[in-house]
């Protein structure tokens, strides 16, 4: 096993200290510099936290019964990449402010009373009235958790290859701020493009957005992108995915939620996978694609974009796992959301034709 330096802080003692650290089946070990084992975590109990540099990773140990609050930071991206891909990492609020204990102490009572309405009303009916309850947080949290398994389902233990060419990536970061200053969202977005060919985007809750870099190619413009982008946003604003995740997730789900505690990764890895493989309802793709037009309306783009991208430019490969599988082209949809563009003027236009140009070549690396 190759291990690498990283600094630690055993949470006991306020002193820095340099190790080593490697992967081991077990767990993460931690050496000091003259080889000694210092502790060992389990990837069970491993937690993201503020504060890594670059592309590093800062982690901590939540170990039961422990008040310890030890800290580990791993500059070296290869090995934080593989650790993010092992533990079920989820943002810890650094042992919890008074105002986010008292927040999970409304959110149990919260989850209890809607454990009592399951009994009655039974799962599907619930989640759209649990979602609204649930601390943006706790949302993060479970969309820090549901991350990795989806980097997984599309890149294997390495994780997907998400595209960082700096152009592109400046391109989108300025469409992304720019909607996001009208979407007034309960939490920031973070939206990657990942270098697969399929024709898709999909968002997960804690308002990570995925683009996948087909849809770019396929795209006649930048309008259709950021369409695609607004609607996206949308199922963000809404908390669509958390409402699936809910009620795909099931109970275990539920009372993970409760404790705020998502390392019980089947409930997860289910939930993820329910996302990938399933439609939200007509309701919800409506609401999304009014919303979309809304933000391009007032943060740039043409709304005929997302019009016309359910016409010929979604259309993927048949069977494909494609973005129009789970948005099914419909005239009606098309016609809705003219009707919603109707009489108000395109501002700007979505991204400059540089821009453009410079995310459709967000994949092209040379390194
Ligand atoms: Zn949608």
């Known amino acids: 096993m190759p291990s690498v330096r990283a600094t630690y ?3 006991i003692v306020s002193r820095r200290r340099d190790v080593e650290v490697s992967l081991h089946p077990q767990g993460l070990a931690i050496f000091s ?17 503020e504060g890594a540099r670059g592309p590093g990773l800062a982690v901590t140990r939540v170990e039961p019964g422990s008040t310890a609050e030890p800290r580990l930071e791993i500059e070296d991206a290869g090995v934080a990449a593989d650790l993010a891909a092992r533990a079920p990492l989820t943002l810890t609020g650094a042992a919890g402010t008074r105002k986010e204990r008292r927040s999970v102490v409304v959110w149990a009572i919260a989850a209890v009373v809607s454990l009592l309405a399951l009994a009655y009303w039974g799962l599907p009916a619930i989640a759209g009235r649990i979602a609204p309850l649930v601390p943006a947080g706790v949302e993060a949290r479970l969309g820090a958790a549901m ?14 290859k998400t595209c960082t060419a700096p152009a592109g990536v400046a391109a989108l970061a300025e469409l992304v701020a720019r909607y996001e200053r009208h979407a007034d969202l309960h939490l920031p977005l973070r939206v990657v493009v990942v270098d697969n060919p399929m024709v898709n985007a999909f968002a997960l809750p804690g308002g990570y957005i995925y683009i996948m870099r087909g849809l770019i190619q396929k795209a006649r413009g930048p ?6 982008l607004g609607h996206e ?10 409402q699936s995740a809910i009620q795909s997730g099931g109970l275990g789900f539920l009372l993970g939620t409760v404790f705020g505690d998502f390392a019980g990764g089947t409930a997860i890895l289910l939930a993820s996978r329910a996302l990938l493989s399933s439609a939200f309802s007509r309701d919800a793709e409506r609401q999304a694609d009014a919303f979309g037009v809304d933000l391009m309306l007032k943060g740039g783009g043409n709304p005929e974009g997302l019009a016309g991208f359910f016409g010929t430019a979604g259309g993927g490969p048949p069977g494909a796992l494609n973005w129009l599988t789970s948005h099914p082209a419909s005239a009606e949809r098309e016609a809705a959301i003219r009707r919603l563009a109707q009489n108000r003027p395109v501002l700007a236009p979505a991204l400059t034709p540089a821009q453009w140009q410079a995310l459709r070549d967000i994949c092209q690396t040379t390194g």
Do not use: C
């Not at 990795?148 to 390495?158: H, V």
């Not at 946003?233 to 958390?242: A, D, N, P, Q």
């Open 233 to 242: 946003i949308g199922h963000v604003k809404f908390r669509h995915g958390l």
């Open 9 to 11: 802080y055993d949470g």
């Open 223 to 228: 309008d259709e992108v950021a369409g695609v």
């Open 147 to 160: 991350d990795p398994q989806i980097r997984a389902e599309f890149g294997g233990p390495a994780g997907m």
């Open 33 to 49: 510099v003259e080889g000694m084992l210092v502790t060992t975590w389990p990837y069970a109990e491993i937690r993201r936290i």
